[in-house]
């Protein structure tokens, strides 16, 4: 299994010191339930942030961060469904690439009610309806291709 908590997989030690530790502690029984290594983005802000818009689950000033971006090495459905199981928040964002190709990444965060949406082209969209599913699968199945 990958090893989700050395430091040098996270942006910074600074990141993780301003990040809600029940959140390590969920992702990884998501992770042992995916069974997939898992690569934390390591972009700056990706995990906390003391800038930026204070209703974001990253935000960290009087508060933990407790939210994660990352990129599962799986089918992006298999680690959103499981994802479901174990977080609040959840969002696929098809527009972003890892390792020099087109990856999908997944966001996830400990928010105590169920959100669910994904980002296309740099806009976002909320998954409401089972029509909106279906579009959100349809468009995880092309951008996987």
């Not at 204070?54 to 961060?65: K, M, P, Q, T």
């Not at 994660?68 to 199981?85: G, K, Q, W």
């Not at 999908?104 to 909320?126: F, N, P, S």
């Not at 909106?132 to 291709?145: G, M, R």
Request: hydrophobic share 35%.
């Amino acid at each position: 299994m990958y090893n989700l908590f050395n430091v040098k997989n996270f942006p910074s030690q600074q990141e993780v010191d301003m990040t809600d530790p029940q959140l390590f502690k969920i992702f990884n029984d998501y992770s042992i339930d995916l069974g997939y290594n898992i690569y934390p983005n390591n972009a700056k802000g990706s995990l906390a942030r003391d800038y930026g818009d204070s209703n974001s689950r990253h935000y960290a000033i009087g508060r933990l961060s407790t939210a994660i971006d990352f990129f599962p090495d799986c089918s992006i459905l298999r680690a959103f469904f499981t994802a479901l199981r174990y977080f609040g928040g959840v969002g696929l964002y098809v527009d972003t690439c890892f390792r020099k190709r087109k990856w999908v990444m997944l966001h996830c965060d400990l928010r105590d009610y169920q959100k669910i949406w994904y980002r296309q082209e740099g806009k976002y969209y909320t998954v409401n309806t089972n029509a909106d599913y279906w579009k959100l699968i349809d468009l995880v199945k092309k951008e996987s291709l």
